[in-house]
């Protein structure tokens, strides 16, 4: 299985982005993408997610109204568009893939910088 995340990149504030993931490798009708974060010197967290199966969606509360994930099942591909973007944005986004059945997240891509300047 691979996972691989682009479109990452440097922004000002209030710019946008949009990152990419492409999944290959199994099929994930039963899975969950999501976008997770870390910050230097800071814990990874969670960002957004979409059921593969039905789009249901999930943001954390600090990018909500900002950010929009979405899926293209016909290209096994999961994006974030990323607008309003503020300096604490700022971070290494993974894309990753939860079975849902089991509340794991299995499958993690490579990482994609995001820099916002303000």
């Known amino acids: 299985v691979q996972l691989q995340a682009s479109g990452g990149g440097l922004a000002q504030a209030g710019g946008s982005l949009r990152l990419s993931c492409a999944a290959s490798?199994?099929?994930?009708?039963?899975?969950?993408m999501g976008w997770f974060r870390q910050a230097p010197g800071k814990e990874r967290e969670f960002v957004a997610a979409i059921n593969w199966t039905g789009g249901t969606t999930y943001y954390a509360a600090s990018v909500k109204g900002r950010f929009t994930i979405s899926s293209d099942n016909a290209k096994n591909t999961v994006s974030l568009q990323m607008n309003s973007l503020k300096p604490e944005d700022t971070a290494v986004y993974y894309c990753a893939a939860q079975n849902i059945a089991v509340g794991r997240y299995d499958y993690w891509g490579q990482g994609t910088q995001v820099t916002v300047s303000s």
């Open positions: 490798g199994r099929t994930f009708s039963r899975y969950r």
